[in-house]
């Protein structure tokens, strides 16, 4: 499977924004009850001035987007999202394990932070991240 990523433009946010909210939604009501689409519009815009996300693409078709950050010590998964229709299909594990490739050439580790109450929990601990703190509503997880 071939994924292409791609520098996010301005011409990519609604995209980038749909999938985000629409791979964000259940668990943020699963974590918090309630989706405030207002709050988390913000939140995203916040995000998205920062720069740094790159669109996912499988045959010519946008399916998600992702965004590292170099944090010096150690590489930030700061989000990692597909639209729903491309979840489950292993996209989202090639992507993090190319990550991890990356990481491991520089000799540094992989941290992300995942909310309580995701299903990528799951995907995380299979790739070999264990978790090396918490607050009330998310894990911190790393690999090496």
Not at 31 to 42: A, L
Request: glycine fraction near 10%; hydrophobic fraction near 40%.
């Amino acid at each position: 499977m071939q994924i292409a990523r791609l520098i996010a433009e301005e011409s990519d946010r609604d995209f980038i924004w749909s999938a985000y909210s629409s791979a964000y939604k259940g668990v943020v009501e699963r974590q918090f009850g309630v989706w405030e689409g207002k709050r988390e519009k913000s939140a995203f815009d916040k995000k998205w001035h920062l720069g740094g996300f790159e669109v996912l693409a499988l045959n010519d078709s946008y399916v998600g987007a992702i965004w590292v950050t170099n944090e010096g010590d150690f590489f930030q998964l700061r989000d990692i999202f597909l639209a729903p229709e491309y979840q489950g299909q292993g996209i989202g594990t090639q992507v993090v394990r190319e990550e991890l490739e990356k990481a491991r050439a520089a000799n540094m580790p992989v941290r992300l932070r995942v909310l309580k109450q995701s299903h990528a929990i799951a995907l995380y601990e299979r790739l070999g991240f264990t978790g090396c703190g918490e607050t009330p509503t998310q894990y911190w997880m790393e690999a090496i």
